[in-house]
């Protein structure tokens, strides 16, 4: 299991204390967080040296935005609300470079050490979709079979939201779309993940197979931490 949180804040010092916590990985967020893109590269930073990796959430499956956090180093990239194959395709070719996909390559970007790392020593980066609504539970397995992809993440929240939006289209409760998922990643020889806001559902998960789970997030943290302080 690769143990993970969300930051929401934005806050450099944040991650790198998160990074010194022993997670194995942290979710920088762009899609709900707090930060934007200027945030990015200083909390890449302030996890430097340690053993968790950062994955970037993009907003949104922009192949520059995609091109710019793997520059600035990150480990991969998480990307919301993953509906078909071909929105999969077009996101690891975001990644890649020629001929294998269409990601600008320069040589003094920080992933290449900024000219000191040669470009055959850089591993190709995690890419994380997210299955976030019916669609994406019902093309799961077509998205999981996309060479390229490597983690399909569950977005518990959407997911669930979609579903009590659109109950006449799901194709059936909460858990049993967790369990569709998961089934088809494990059929592709992909792996899953999910986010889980109460730290005693991990190994729940980890039975069911996850192997990327977050844990909560810092400003749920924090927000939890004081009002437990206050009483409120």
Not at 132 to 138: A, F, L
């Amino acid at each position: 299991m690769k143990l993970g949180t969300w930051l929401s804040i934005g806050s450099p010092v944040i991650a790198e204390l998160a990074a010194q916590s022993g997670f194995d990985w942290l979710l920088l967020d762009l899609e709900h967080g707090c930060g934007n893109e200027a945030d990015i590269l200083p909390q890449l930073q302030a996890i430097r040296g340690n053993d968790a990796k950062g994955v970037v959430r993009v907003g949104a499956p922009h192949s520059d935005l995609i091109a710019r956090t793997l520059d600035w180093g990150a480990h991969g990239i998480m990307v919301p609300h993953v509906n078909s194959a071909d929105e999969a395709e077009s996101i690891v070719k975001a990644t890649r470079y020629s001929p294998h996909g269409s990601r600008g390559y320069s040589r003094t970007v920080r992933a290449n050490g900024y000219g000191l790392r040669p470009i055959d020593e850089v591993p190709a980066p995690l890419v994380m979709a997210q299955i976030e609504t019916i669609e994406g539970v019902n093309r799961a397995a077509e998205i999981a079979a996309v060479d390229g992809i490597d983690v399909l993440f569950i977005g518990p929240s959407d997911m669930r939201y979609d579903l009590q939006q659109r109950p006449e289209l799901a194709p059936g409760g909460f858990d049993f779309c967790v369990a569709q998922v998961a089934g088809a990643a494990s059929a592709a020889g992909k792996e899953t993940g999910i986010l889980a806001r109460d730290p005693g559902d991990v190994k729940k998960f980890q039975d069911l197979g996850f192997k990327y789970i977050a844990v909560d997030s810092d400003l749920a943290i924090l927000r939890k931490s004081y009002l437990a302080t206050t009483g409120k």
